[in-house]
Structures are given as C-alpha cells and as structure tokens.
C-alpha cells in the first residue's frame, strides 16, 4: 500500500511542472498576474503602429508575448515567449531561422493588453 501511495504522490507531483496545469492570464484574471500587467503598462502609448500584449500558442504550450498585431504595419517579431509563470520558453531574434520558427509555430489566441493612443 505505502508504494501504491508513493507512485501516486510521485505522479500528482510530477505532473504540476505542466503548463497545462498552471492557471494562465485570461480578461478576467489579468490582476492576479502582475508580471502580465507590467508588459502591458510597460507599453505606454501607441506609436504609428498598435503593439499588444498576447496569449497564444507555441508548439502545443500556452506562451505569452508582446507583439505588433496591427494590419497596417508589417515588421518581424523579436523578444522572448514566456509561459504563464512568467518564465521565458523561447527567445525570438530577427534572424530567418527564429522568424520561419514564429511564423510556423506561434499563434495569437487572445489579446490580453495593447498600448494606449
């Protein structure tokens, strides 16, 4: 019984590492992420082009990053993808590799901030 016991608390231990299993930032839920908020503040007011704040998709895992969504302006991504503890997953250079692996494998599924007009 006390092995049963041990693979299970091994089990349920293990699992708390995936992302999945970690609450990310919603509309809702912003507040209670302070290192989301601070992206988004850090943004400050609107340029020519609109720069946001989102959740997506990297590879199957939830990533948040700050982007140009604007249709009207057409630039590379650079800057790092973080999870939703806030740690960085990828860092995304200009270079065509990183660019071809964005474009390929990151996706917008939620805009969570953007800067201010």
Known sequence: MRTCLTVLLIIVLGGCDNDETYDCPTLETIEDFPWVVELI???GKCGSCTTSVARGTYRGKTVIYT???DPFCNSYFSGPLYN???EVVKSISTSQKDQHEFLNYVSVNLILGSCTP
Do not use: E, K, P
């Open 41 to 43: 503040d850090g943004l």
């Open 84 to 86: 939703c503890r806030g």
């Open 67 to 69: 982007g140009v969504f």
